[in-house]
C-alpha cells in the first residue's frame, strides 16, 4: 500500500500513482518509477488493473508479473 507522502506532483497530490485524478502524466510516470523502483520492480514488470469500488472510488491493484512465475503472459500476449 502506498500514501501520498513524498513524490513530484504538486499537494495535495504527492506520490500520486493515478493517471485518473487530473495529475500531469508525466509527474504520474515519474512517481510509479520512484514507487515502484524503491521495491526494485520495473514498470515494464507490472501487472495493472484498475477497479471501481462500490462507492465509485477507482483503484489501482498492481503486482509484479514475476509474481506469477516464468511462464506467465504479458498482457499484450494474450489472446482476445
Same mark, same amino acid.
Given at each position: 500500500?502506498s500514501?501520498?507522502?513524498?513524490?513530484?506532483?504538486?499537494?495535495?497530490?504527492?506520490?500520486? $500513482?493515478? !493517471?485518473?485524478?487530473?495529475?500531469?502524466?508525466?509527474?504520474?510516470?515519474?512517481?510509479?518509477?520512484?514507487? @515502484? &523502483? *524503491?521495491?526494485?520492480?520495473?514498470l515494464?514488470?507490472?501487472?495493472? $488493473?484498475? !477497479?471501481?469500488?462500490?462507492?465509485?472510488?477507482?483503484?489501482?491493484?498492481?503486482?509484479?508479473l514475476?509474481? @506469477? &512465475? *516464468?511462464?506467465?503472459?504479458?498482457?499484450?500476449?494474450?489472446?482476445?
Amino acid at each position: 500500500m502506498s500514501t501520498r507522502l513524498g513524490g513530484v506532483s504538486p499537494a495535495p497530490l504527492g506520490m500520486n $500513482l493515478s !493517471f485518473n485524478v487530473g495529475d500531469n502524466e508525466a509527474n504520474v510516470k515519474q512517481n510509479r518509477e520512484l514507487f @515502484f &523502483g *524503491s521495491l526494485d520492480i520495473k514498470l515494464d514488470e507490472l501487472a495493472m $488493473l484498475r !477497479f471501481t469500488i462500490i462507492n465509485e472510488n477507482v483503484g489501482m491493484w498492481a503486482c509484479p508479473l514475476r509474481a @506469477f &512465475g *516464468s511462464k506467465s503472459r504479458r498482457p499484450s500476449q494474450l489472446a482476445p
